[in-house]
């Protein structure tokens, strides 16, 4: 019987010793050149297994036993290590990681809608989900669309409230408010039921300031039906100031004057700046007056083409750059129209 | 309208606060806008505030009535006294320097004590030596060796008013002891009048309102006073030449009067409602017109009988002629028109009828007869001339707004009552009184149901005639019907379905819109419609925000020279078709724009500075006058607009460049295919706005619907624009709208992995790039699943009038994986077709 081979031993050794300095190693690169060592085509354990064609004939199936289990532990301890020493390096990458978290943002160019797109986008709504739909109609009017057919008679002292911006071409005004609507959609409309919000640009003839503007958006409301009742006037526009400005807030209705609305009213909201302290907003009053409203005049109903003896109906006008002077505290209406982008962009 | 509480308690008992009584005024049509405090304590909770309170609340504990039981000399200062004053509880000396209480210096204990408002130490009063209203507070201090810590007030002092000469002498029945606000606190309500509420442009008015909601009773002022003068008939005659102008006019006269100053509680009441005392002549008028609403008008007799030569003076009213003239009061020389009414007498025009008295025959100072005008005028006459004269005046404020007949005598008579009383003298019997025309005052019929209709709540025909009645409405109810009839005191009531209309608004108002129930609309749902185009003109801006531009609202009133700078000289747009505005504020706003253009233009212009990065677009009408039409058309348009930096640089992202019209076409692209419209080309096109050379004409299909391009370099020399080119694009939304699909359908997407390969290509310079990619696209068919070209290369390597388009390509089946075969297969076909009909050629490196 021969003698033991002694590459059995240096087998032993080698793991023992391989075993021991894997245990040591702490990054990729060390470990790699530990795996060229131990486990590389030239390493110990990879030339026992192509010595054993030299190996004494009943050494032989001991010598591939014993290299294939130095093999498996070596690198089953190198997957473990690995695996170790990959953590490590991610631990010690992240505790290194770090962003200067106050340094700006780079923002994409963004877009926006002008603040009255936005204001009329939300009465709209509000007033669409009630089943009011939009119905525009034109700048220019004929002065019997704007103030005849509106019970609006020439030099009638109801003229004091508008002053009007008259064209070269006799009986031709911009429209001073979109009430001339009323008459062309129940003319369009006639017999049907009218649940419309009129929506557009108007003109007065005024000087412009922090306060008012020759140009101003206005949306008017229009029911009419054989069973609108000043209740339900008063219902409907409570339900949109309410979910315009806040579930909760006071209301009051009191008397006014348009020549194609009676009884008319004013409705003002309870100062939300001051919660009807008293300020610089509500002039000191409490109050906001926010819309006009009122049942339809008999002459501007039969003016639509509806008999006011089986008809009825109610109209209500807002100011829709009031609205937003107030929500978003703008303090000159000329920024409306003045388009500066750092106006805008706010919004 | 000023209301002095003081004063509208002659008409009506009022128990309500002050808080309360404004809000019932506005309750009722007339709007609070102030409460104005003379003394009297501010009401109402402290955490919520219904009205705006001015003026200064006196302290009851602070300032009381107290006496004056003697005035004695200062030992050391001649120009003060010392004052020997009870104020109810002890006798106190006090300091003051009055000049009105001189006179009764040393002279002993006063028989009748001077009654006076006491303010104690602490009091917070206005200070009366500085100009203004300025608040102090009382304080105890030593005036020449005299110590001080109490005074006697002015009525500046107590914000009655400016005066500050001596200190208020109250009336000797003066309760001594009492808070000063419980004898003399006052209040003025400034109220808004309606324009159909003008009959409440008066006391009586205003009570007549609160007497309906409040059941008090109304207390209406008549004339008490017999006349003792001579028959007035002999003495003045009236002649209407037109009935229609002048439906009505009276006439009274008090003889051997002499104007002086009005009793002072006149002169504080005309204060307070906002006039000026004059003299016991005016005085009365102008009080009695704002007791009545009827405006008074008082005539120099003598002057009268002098100008109808000595004999009796006959008035004449009429219309004036054309170019006719007239010398007002106020001295200037009117000119007149046929639409102004005149009153005249045999020798000429007196006055502007229901605006402004004449000068020759005004009342002055030596007037000692004078002949009392109460009328009527043709509303519309009188506000034609008040606003063609620019005259304002209290009457014309009435008048023009219609007066009711009726009131003309009624007035008079308190006019004449008042005048005798406050200037002497004696009232001539009876009156002139001319009345042809007296207005309809309508019957009308309202029943329950007709209420119940327009306001949603059940009001019986009780209810209504009492609510009726109040307002001086004769009623008869029967069954659910009443029939009211009108009152001779108003014109705003019509008849018939009007009238109703009318009615029901005086019942909702004295019933109280508080009391309405508010309900849910309940009737018929009307047929519901989609607004299509406003639907996509916002899904437009959406989309345009949403790639990073700002939306604009512009004016839509500009001036022809505004607009014809945005295009080149001579190209301008065509002046006849420009809505022009008869009264323009300013020049620069004197046309409806024809030009969305232009207007993004200027705000581009105004942005230049303020920001690197510009980029907007606005959604709006131009306005276009065709000559043929009435009305001019509306057209809408969509205008976009970028200028400088693509990016703003930041700290790690360096310049990245100027926009160009490839950002631009870009957008548009983005839109279009949002909007899913199909076959989208841009051809070469021109622009009286834009560069020859860099300017498209976009097509959807056959249909033009816009422009765009870089803006023509002379036409930015028009503008103060920085360096960077400017590119717009002007949008038809009237072609573009129609064109966007109700509905449009999705495309599957494959499971099966896509192919992708880059393909260069050569051709020459003059074939256009979507002519390539329409040849790839139509070749490659379905299987070829996207084309994008990623390069444009020109240069030595491939020759002069060549360019290079380098395309990636991505090759996917729905239904198999594509093989190296199948795409190299259909990538020779492609390269082949191009071959053939662009001459085009493989580019190998």
Not at chain 2, 461 to 489: H, K, M, W, Y
Not at chain 2, 519 to 528: G, H, K, M, R, V
């Amino acid at each position: 019987m021969s003698e033991q081979p002694i590459i059995l031993i240096e087998l032993e050794q080698t793991k023992q010793k391989a075993l021991s300095l894997l245990a040591e190693i702490q990054d990729e690169e060390p470990l790699q050149a530990w795996r060229r060592e131990y486990l590389g085509k030239t390493s110990v354990v990879m030339s026992a297994f192509s010595s054993i064609g030299q190996q004494p004939k009943e050494f032989r199936p001991q010598v591939g036993q014993v290299a294939n289990q130095v093999k498996q532990a070596l690198e089953a301890s190198l997957e473990e290590r690995a695996k170790i020493v990959s953590e490590t390096a991610l631990t010690r990458k992240i505790t290194g990681e770090r962003v200067d978290v106050t340094l700006p943002g780079r923002q994409p160019n963004a877009g926006g809608l002008h603040p009255q797109t936005l204001v009329l986008r939300r009465i709209f709504t509000i007033f669409a989900e009630m089943g009011f739909q939009v119905y525009r109609s034109r700048d220019v009017e004929s002065d019997e669309y704007n103030f005849e057919l509106l019970n609006i008679p020439a030099h009638h002292p109801a003229r004091d409230m508008w002053d009007t911006f008259h064209i070269d071409q006799p009986g031709v005004v911009l429209r001073t408010h979109t009430s001339p609507g009323q008459i062309r959609v129940m003319r369009e409309q006639a017999p049907h039921p009218i649940r419309v919000i009129l929506p557009g640009m108007c003109y007065r003839y005024e000087q412009i300031s922090a306060r008012s503007e020759i140009q101003f958006n206005q949306v008017e409301v229009l029911a009419v039906g054989k069973n609108i009742t000043f209740g339900d006037m008063k219902g409907t526009l409570n339900g949109f100031v309410r979910r315009l400005f806040n579930a909760d807030v006071r209301t009051r209705l009191r008397p006014s004057y348009f020549p194609f609305t009676e009884p008319s009213a004013e409705m003002d909201v309870e100062c939300f700046v001051c919660a009807g302290k008293g300020c610089s907003v509500c002039k000191g009053s409490g109050w906001l007056e926010i819309l006009g409203c009122g049942i339809v005049h008999p002459t501007v109903l039969k003016n639509g083409g509806y008999d006011p003896e089986v008809y009825s109906g109610f109209a209500a006008g807002m100011g829709p750059e009031r609205i937003s002077m107030l929500l978003h505290k703008i303090e000159d209406i000329r920024y409306f129209w003045g388009n500066d982008a750092r106006f805008l962009e706010q919004f | 309208m000023k209301i002095p509480l003081s004063w509208l308690k002659d008409y009506i008992d009022i128990d309500l606060s002050l808080e309360d009584l404004a809000r019932t005024l506005t309750m009722v049509g007339l709007e609070v806008e102030e409460i104005s405090v003379i003394g009297l304590p501010f009401t109402g909770s402290s955490d919520h505030q219904e009205f705006k309170f001015t003026g200064l609340a006196w302290d009851p504990e602070k300032f009381i009535v107290a006496q004056i039981d003697e005035v004695m000399p200062h030992p050391d200062a001649d120009r003060l006294t010392l004052c020997r004053l009870h104020d109810g509880t002890r006798e106190w000396i006090v300091l003051t320097g009055a000049p009105n209480l001189f006179p009764y210096k040393g002279t002993g204990t006063l028989a009748t004590p001077l009654k006076v408002a006491y303010a104690r130490e602490g009091a917070i009063l206005y200070d009366g030596h500085k100009p203004g209203y300025e608040l102090t507070k009382l304080k105890r201090t030593k005036i020449r060796g005299v110590e001080s810590f109490s005074m006697v007030c002015s009525e500046k002092e107590l914000g009655i008013s400016e005066e500050h000469e001596g200190v208020i002498i109250l009336d000797p029945d003066a309760p001594t002891g009492i808070p000063l606000a419980d004898y003399m606190g006052d209040a003025v309500f400034e109220v808004a009048i309606l324009p159909n509420m003008i009959r409440d442009a008066s006391l009586v008015g205003v009570a007549r309102e609160l007497s309906a909601v409040t059941g008090k009773p109304l207390k209406v002022p008549t004339r008490t006073t017999d006349a003792s003068g001579p028959k007035i008939d002999a003495l003045a005659a009236i002649q209407i030449n037109d009935p229609d102008l002048n439906p009505r006019f009276v006439l009274g006269l008090v003889q051997s009067l002499e104007p002086k100053p009005s009793p002072y509680w006149v002169q504080r009441r005309l204060r307070l409602a906002g006039m000026r005392p004059i003299n016991s002549i005016v005085d009365a008028t102008n009080y009695v017109m704002l007791e009545t609403g009827e405006p008074l008008h008082a005539f120099d007799y003598d002057v009268l009988v002098q100008r109808a030569g000595g004999t009796t003076p006959t008035i004449i009213t009429r219309a004036a002629t054309h170019g006719e003239t007239l010398i007002t009061l106020d001295n200037v020389e009117r000119k007149l028109d046929q639409h102004t009414i005149l009153v005249c007498d045999t020798a000429g025009p007196l006055s502007l009828a229901g605006i402004m008295g004449g000068l020759e025959s005004e009342v002055t100072e030596t007037t000692r007869n004078v002949l009392l005008e109460g009328a009527s005028w043709n509303f519309i006459n009188v506000r034609r001339t008040s606003s063609r004269l620019h005259l304002s005046s209290e009457a014309g404020y009435r008048f023009g707004r219609g007066v009711h007949p009726a009131l003309a005598s009624w007035a008079v008579d308190l006019g004449l009552e008042r005048m005798a009383a406050w200037s002497g003298g004696s009232i001539a019997a009876g009156l002139v009184d001319n009345y042809p025309q007296p207005p309809v005052d309508p019957l009308v019929s309202i029943s329950v149901q007709d209420v119940e209709r327009k306001l949603g709540v059940t009001i019986s025909a009780q209810e209504i005639a009492e609510i009726l009645t109040r307002l001086e409405f004769l009623c008869n109810v029967s069954g659910d019907s009443v029939e009211a009839q009108t009152p001779p005191l108003r014109l705003d009531i019509g008849e018939g379905v009007i009238g109703k209309a009318d009615l029901i608004e005086e019942i909702a108002r004295i019933y109280s819109y508080n009391n309405i129930p508010e309900t849910n609309l309940a009737d018929e749902l009307p047929p519901q419609r989609n607004n299509l185009e406003l639907a996509n003109e916002e899904k437009i801006k959406d989309i345009l925000a949403g790639l990073g531009l700002q939306e604009v609202i512009t004016y839509r009133l500009t001036s022809v020279e505004r607009e014809t700078r945005a295009y080149l000289q001579g190209q301008f747009l065509d002046p006849e078709n420009y809505v022009r505005l008869l009264n323009p504020i300013a020049p620069e706003r004197s046309v409806m724009r024809q030009s969305l253009l232009a207007s993004v233009l200027e705000v581009l212009e105004r942005n230049a500075r303020i920001r690197e990065r510009l980029a907007f677009f606005e959604i709006g009408p131009v306005f276009i006058q065709e000559l043929d039409n009435h009305l001019p058309n509306e057209p809408r348009k969509l205008v976009i607009g970028i200028s400088g930096k693509r990016a703003i640089p930041t700290w790690n992202q360096k310049d990245s460049g100027n926009l160009d019209f490839y950002d631009l076409k870009g957008v548009l692209g983005s839109l279009l295919e949002k909007l899913h419209l199909q076959a989208v080309s841009y051809q070469p096109s021109q622009h009286p706005s834009m560069h020859p050379g860099k300017t498209a004409q976009i097509l959807v299909g056959q249909t033009l619907i816009g422009v765009l391009g870089e803006l023509h370099p002379r036409v930015k020399q028009n503008y103060d624009f920085l360096a960077p080119a400017v590119y717009v694009a002007e949008i038809d939304l009237e072609a573009l709208l129609p064109l966007i699909p109700l509905r449009f359908e999705s495309q599957p997407v494959s499971v099966f992995p896509p192919v992708l390969e880059d393909i260069a290509i050569i051709v020459d310079e003059d074939i256009p790039a979507d002519q390539v990619e329409a040849l790839i696209r139509q070749t490659g068919g379905k299987l070829l699943a996207d084309v994008r070209l990623f390069d444009v290369y020109r240069g030595d390597r491939i020759g002069a009038g060549k360019k290079s388009l380098a395309y990636s390509m991505t090759y996917q089946a729905q239904d198999h994986t594509i093989e190296s075969g199948e795409s190299t297969a259909l990538r020779n076909k492609i390269v082949r077709r191009l071959e053939r009909e662009l001459g085009a050629v493989l580019r190998d490196n």
